[in-house]
Antibody, heavy 118, light 106 residues
């Protein structure tokens, strides 16, 4: 079955760029699915960040759109997130997830905590 | 943007209780609703989709209903492993999550 695994730095300085990668195993990123990023600040709820299709098409949360870039690397079967100009408010657990053909999220990666601090 | 409002935000119940969590959308979402369970330190787990369809492997004590703007998640007889936080998510237009309902042991 498909599994997802996030990776990247756990600490990012304010005004810097957060960069994460989600490796997909057990299936192809070129399948008929979108692939998403979702985040969860400590003790708070879930926020959708954006999604990408293997063609490179993307959709972003309007509240983050100016700072977000999601890209795909089909050769490595992975997709990536970049969030620029980060502040402490961007401190969160970041999850990657497959979007089903009917648009719910399953499965999810285990999540990775990114802290924004100097 | 479609806003999702869950209630209650927290709930105390006992093993064996029947509990209901509600989710209200700011506009009609045509049953384009999923429910997730999240335990501390873990990723959300899909429970139901299309408002009432049970994901494979999810116990039948979980059920969902609703239409238009109002939806419910019901757990018919709480088990110890059900104490967690539950989120609804609409996928009718982009994606939005409810703020979550924390289900605690009484």
């Amino acid at each position: 079955q498909v599994q997802l695994q996030e990776s990247g730095p756990g600490l990012v300085k304010p005004s810097g760029t957060l960069s994460l990668t989600c490796a997909v195993s057990g299936g192809s990123i070129s399948s008929s699915n979108w692939w998403s990023w979702v985040r969860q600040p400590p003790g708070k709820g879930l926020e959708w960040i954006g999604e990408i299709y293997h063609s490179g098409s993307t959709n972003y949360n309007p509240s983050l759109k100016s700072r977000v870039t999601i890209s795909v690397d089909k050769s490595k079967n992975q997709f990536s997130l970049k969030l620029s100009s980060v502040t402490a408010a961007d401190t969160a657990v970041y999850y990657c997830a497959r979007v089903s053909r009917q648009n719910w999220f399953d499965p999810w990666g285990q999540g990775t905590l990114v802290t924004v601090s100097s | 943007d479609i806003q999702m409002t869950q209630s209650p935000s927290s709930l105390s119940a006992s093993v064996g209780d029947r509990v209901t969590i509600t989710c209200r959308a700011s506009q009609g979402i045509s049953n384009s609703l999923a429910w997730y369970q999240q335990k501390p330190g873990k990723a959300p787990k899909l429970l139901l989709y299309a408002a009432s369809r049970l994901e494979s492997g999810v116990p039948s004590r979980f059920s969902g209903s609703g239409s238009g703007t109002d939806y419910t998640l019901t757990i018919s007889s709480l088990q110890p492993e059900d104490f967690a936080t539950y989120y609804c998510q609409q996928y009718y237009s982009s994606y939005t999550f409810g703020q979550g309902t924390k289900l605690e042991i009484k």
